[in-house]
């Protein structure tokens, strides 16, 4: 007997129609074996009912009901705030925090640049990167918080990637937030010097963040 041509979301084995593999499609009629899903898209397992014909050949009953999945038929795009960079994947992954997912159909997620971070889940535009304050920075890409500056640096504005130092005969101001001449009857011999007194109670002048030492 000949074999009756598999409908889309089967295929044949060269004996009888199957299902289509899973995390597969097969989108047209009288395939022999299933294709791929592309990355960037999502085949649901075809063990579960999907009532869309879009989707699936389900099986219906007298009632209009389905009954029985009858194979994925077409791959489902990931949308914007998604992405997947795998081929024959179950569902799209959700963009993590410091990054961003534009567009339909997206293999990666697109990191926040280094000196700004982000806490949106699922997010679709890079409006949700904000630069990191002054006196904080981020010198990596796909953060999701900055870092304040060590102990005798700064930054000059927002969105750093990095903190200077204070240079010699300044020190960092934490009333002021801004690197000054030393006081008068004070010295700053090196670059990072800071006002906080518990910085370094020994006042040694060679540590980084060291305050400022009296003449």
Same mark, same amino acid.
């Given at each position: 007997?000949?074999?009756?041509?598999? *409908?889309?979301?089967?295929? /044949?084995? +060269?004996?009888?129609?199957?299902?289509?593999?899973?995390?597969?499609?097969?989108?047209?009629?009288?395939?022999?074996?299933?294709?791929?899903?592309? =990355?960037?898209?999502?085949?649901?397992?075809? &063990?579960?009912?999907?009532?869309?014909?879009?989707?699936? $050949?389900?099986?219906?009953?007298?009632? +209009?009901? =389905?009954?029985?999945?009858?194979?994925? @038929?077409? $791959? *489902? @795009?990931?949308?914007?705030?998604?992405?997947?960079?795998?081929?024959?994947?179950? #569902?799209?992954?959700?963009?993590?925090?410091?990054?961003?997912?534009?567009?339909?159909?997206?293999?990666?997620?697109?990191?926040?640049?280094?000196? &700004?971070?982000?806490?949106?889940?699922?997010?679709? /535009?890079? &409006?949700?990167?904000?630069?990191?304050?002054?006196?904080?920075?981020?010198?990596?890409?796909?953060?999701?918080?900055?870092?304040?500056?060590?102990?005798?640096?700064?930054? =000059? +504005?927002?969105?750093?990637? #990095?903190?200077?130092?204070?240079?010699?005969?300044?020190?960092?101001?934490? &009333?002021?937030? *801004?690197?000054?001449?030393?006081?008068?009857?004070?010295?700053?011999?090196?670059?990072?010097?800071?006002?906080?007194?518990?910085?370094?109670?020994?006042?040694?002048?060679?540590?980084? +963040? #060291?305050?400022?030492?009296?003449?």
């Amino acid at each position: 007997l000949c074999q009756a041509p598999c *409908e889309r979301g089967q295929y /044949s084995d +060269g004996k009888s129609c199957q299902l289509c593999a899973k995390n597969h499609q097969c989108p047209n009629d009288e395939m022999t074996a299933s294709l791929d899903c592309q =990355a960037g898209y999502m085949c649901p397992n075809n &063990t579960t009912i999907k009532n869309d014909p879009k989707y699936h $050949q389900d099986k219906f009953n007298d009632a +209009g009901n =389905a009954v029985a999945d009858g194979g994925l @038929i077409k $791959q *489902e @795009i990931c949308k914007k705030g998604t992405y997947q960079p795998n081929k024959n994947a179950d #569902s799209c992954l959700n963009c993590e925090k410091g990054y961003y997912c534009p567009n339909d159909g997206m293999t990666e997620q697109i990191p926040c640049p280094a000196g &700004t971070y982000s806490t949106a889940d699922k997010a679709t /535009s890079a &409006t949700v990167c904000v630069k990191c304050e002054r006196n904080t920075y981020n010198p990596n890409p796909g953060a999701t918080e900055c870092l304040p500056c060590p102990k005798g640096t700064w930054t =000059a +504005g927002d969105g750093a990637t #990095s903190c200077t130092s204070c240079p010699a005969g300044t020190f960092y101001n934490h &009333t002021t937030k *801004e690197c000054e001449p030393c006081h008068a009857g004070y010295y700053c011999p090196n670059a990072g010097m800071d006002d906080d007194p518990f910085t370094n109670p020994k006042n040694n002048p060679n540590e980084p +963040g #060291s305050a400022p030492i009296a003449c």
